[in-house]
């Protein structure tokens, strides 16, 4: 059951939270052990106790008695937050993050965590504490990251909605790989901590994950909302009311490899090509269109402000010598990257980024939705730290596979990753769907649609 049924079900009865509860357990010994979704699960007898206590008490919001375990970089009262780093492991979180609390106060009830990479620095989920999280579609593949461990823990049935974060693809590219569905909200919708610096690093955000639009909606009205707190967060609309209030005549154009500079594994471009075709037959229009901008300009752009950011939240884990030698060498290459660049770099790169913003609303005036795969290959080999070669093209970072994510995360904008089918080797796809600031609603409905004429989560679940 999707999310929204289990919670009309609780609420007429039909379907208690303890059920729920068991099935949910249930479900973790069958599969967890060759997934490795989900860690830090709790007791399973105090869990039943406060589903129990949940059937027992008033519903407290859509959510009420929902199992659901919340991404390793978030906190959560009362669990551990390792963000799969042996710096953290053990560490037990004293209060929520605003995100949480905005979930327990609509009822869930929080089971443990799902895994990630260590920091959420690389889109492979395998980290020295928790181990590696299998693709359920392949066992010996890679889940994407950082939000792997929620990608398969919904698509193998465990949880029926999640949460996730994204500042490279972490809620779309683990979504693809997963047959899943996972949106990147407009920036500032879903506030973060107030902590630390609240202006400069503008790239990561919280979202949805779920193996429907409608759910991914129902989750993501629950987590927006403007932190009177933080000066960059910002309201916006309701997105599940309306969710089924099919859109007509789209413009969506297809950005293919752009004008090659994204090289794609064999049968990425094809698979994304006939989603195409089926968003035609949805009624759109499809127009195939020239680079938008220099693909260069922008990996400048986003590579220095990612490192410029991650030099600013781990840098002083590094300037101890006696906690450095735990920091993975992608996060030494970051941190040390930044703490190399002149204010001149700084303010060049958030440049050029204004540059690309500027010519990409003028391009929303002319098309609707702008489409990209959301990979560039399919799962690969869980045993690599990250893929070093696509399509003959050798890869010069640990994470300039992932390229394909960054014109719209570098910006802010909505995305939503729609399933799109499996390639001859049986791993699943996905495509962006991006939208300009403040679609997110308009997103879902055309997200809703497709999933209405394909459900690809329900025609094909994994073996496991």
């Known amino acids: 059951m999707d999310a929204l049924a289990q919670s009309a079900a609780l609420e007429r009865g039909d379907l208690s939270c303890l059920e729920l509860m068991d099935a949910t357990l249930a479900r973790i010994d069958a ?25 027992n008490a008033p519903r407290s919001g859509w959510l009420h008695g929902i199992p659901i375990a919340i991404k390793d970089l978030a906190n959560a009262a009362g669990l551990p937050t390792s963000m799969g780093s042996p710096l953290f492991a053990g560490q037990i979180a004293e209060s929520d993050d605003l ?22 620095l690389g889109s492979h989920t395998f980290n020295p504490v928790h181990g590696a999280t299998h693709n359920p579609y392949g066992l010996s593949k890679s889940s994407g990251g950082s939000s792997g461990g929620a990608a398969a823990a919904l698509a193998t049935g465990i949880l029926s909605v999640a949460d996730g974060s994204d500042m490279m693809g972490s809620l779309r590219n683990p979504a693809g790989w997963n047959n899943v ?42 987590m927006t909302g403007a932190d009177p707190r933080q000066p960059l967060s910002r309201d916006s609309a309701a997105t599940l009311k309306g969710i089924d209030a099919a ?52 990996w400048q752009s986003w590579t220095d402000l990612r490192s410029f950011a991650v030099m600013s939240s781990l840098g002083p884990i590094y300037a101890q010598e006696d906690k450095r ?57 869980g045993e690599l730290a990250y893929p070093e070669m696509i399509a003959g093209q050798a890869m010069d970072t640990y994470h300039r596979w992932m390229q394909v994510v960054v014109p719209a995360g570098l910006l802010g904008l909505p995305v939503v990753n729609v399933p799109v089918g499996f390639g001859a080797k049986g791993l699943p796809a996905g495509i962006q769907l991006i939208g300009p600031r403040g679609s997110d609603g308009a997103l879902l409905r055309l997200a809703q649609q497709w999933h209405g004429a394909t459900d690809w989560p329900a025609a094909r679940r994994p073996d496991v």
């Open 31 to 55: 599969v967890n052990p060759a997934v490795n979704a989900v860690v830090s699960l709790r007791d399973g007898d105090r869990l039943r106790d406060e589903a129990r206590a949940a059937d």
């Open 99 to 120: 995100m949480v609390a905005r979930l327990r106060a609509a009822g869930v009830i929080i089971i443990g965590k799902t895994n990630t990479p260590e920091f959420g």
């Open 181 to 222: 569905y996972g949106m990147r909200p407009t920036w500032g919708t879903v506030p973060s901590e107030p902590l630390g610096d609240m202006f400069m690093h503008q790239l990561s955000t919280s979202g949805p994950m779920a193996r429907t639009p409608a759910d991914l909606a129902a989750l993501l009205d629950t």
């Open 247 to 298: 859109p007509k005549g789209l413009r969506l154009g297809w950005l293919g490899d752009w004008d090659g500079a994204f090289p794609y594994e064999e049968g990425i471009a094809e698979i994304s090509q006939a989603a195409m075709v089926q968003m035609e037959g949805l009624g759109h229009q499809v127009e195939s269109l020239s680079a938008p901008f220099d693909a260069d300009a922008i």
């Open 325 to 381: 030698g735990y920091l993975k060498s992608a996060a030494i290459w970051e941190i040390e990257r930044g703490m190399a660049m002149s204010a001149v770099q700084v303010q060049r790169a958030s440049a050029l980024r204004s540059d690309w913003f500027r010519r990409v609303t003028r391009l929303f005036e002319s098309v609707d939705v702008l489409v990209l795969p959301s990979a560039q290959l399919w799962p690969f080999d």
